[in-house]
T-cell receptor, first 114, second 114 residues
Framework: ETGVTQTPRHLVMGMTNKKSLKCEQHLGHNAMYWYKQSAKKPLELMFVYSLEERVENNSVPSRFSPECPNSSHLFLHLHTLQPEDSALYLC?????????????FGPGTRLTVL | GDSVTQMEGPVTLSEEAFLTINCTYTATGYPSLFWYVQYPGEGLQLLLKATKADDKGSNKGFEATYRKETTSFHLEKGSVQVSDSAVYFCALSVPGAGSYQLTFGKGTKLSVIP
């Protein structure tokens, strides 16, 4: 248990559906992250929030829309996804945005797009 | 750009065998180096880290030494257990703008058999 929870753990959706992934951290951290983990590829950083402001958007398609209503919660809203978006989506948090700070990861949401 | 190269898996070892997972990096600045571990069905957890040359990170019997001259951060353990079966990721981050960005290797899957 790392102090970062994600729901749902598994999600199957069609290409026309709209769904949301939720992440919550109980560590009092100021920074939160969304990563995509695909088979045979390195983890890809998607979005970074610091103190509820987005500081990074790594050329992610607009069909992924993040939301950070407060420093403890992070959402990833999904709509009109493609089958190639099927992956494990990991949320992480850290105390601050520093290179030496450990990032704490949630267990991930396994997303399948049909 | 920054990158991490780690040995491709999978690696299969017998219990009590010696483990080495090689990791080399290229970085534009002076990076912090990390090893993360992902157990089945879970998110990533920090295993150990080192923030300057010749530092040795250690945890749970695992060790890695920051070698600036060879740009390496190889992971070692003297005697592996079945419970060490997981995927291991080498990662770096560089101080400065975007310093929160972790650049990951592709991961090395370790299976330890009794």
């Amino acid at each position: 248990e790392t102090g970062v929870t994600q729901t749902p753990r598994h999600l199957v959706m069609g290409m026309t559906n709209k769904k949301s992934l939720k992440c919550e951290q109980h560590l009092g951290h100021n920074a939160m992250y969304w990563y995509k983990q695909s088979a045979k590829k390195p983890l890809e950083l998607m979005f970074v929030y610091s103190l509820e402001e987005r500081v990074e958007n790594n050329s992610v398609p607009s069909r992924f829309s993040p939301e950070c209503p407060n420093s403890s919660h992070l959402f990833l809203h999904l709509h009109t996804l493609q089958p190639e978006d099927s992956a494990l989506y990991l949320c992480a948090s850290s105390h601050k945005l520093r290179s030496y700070n450990e990032q704490f990861f949630g267990p991930g949401t396994r997303l399948t797009v049909l | 750009g920054d990158s991490v190269t780690q040995m491709e898996g999978p690696v299969t070892l017998s219990e009590e065998a010696f483990l080495t997972i090689n990791c080399t990096y290229t970085a534009t600045g002076y990076p912090s180096l990390f090893w993360y571990v992902q157990y089945p069905g879970e998110g990533l957890q920090l295993l150990l880290k080192a923030t300057k040359a010749d530092d040795k990170g250690s945890n749970k019997g695992f060790e890695a030494t920051y070698r600036k001259e060879t740009t390496s951060f190889h992971l070692e353990k003297g005697s592996v257990q079945v419970s060490d079966s997981a995927v291991y990721f080498c990662a770096l981050s560089v101080p400065g703008a975007g310093s929160y960005q972790l650049t990951f290797g592709k991961g090395t899957k370790l299976s330890v058999i009794p």
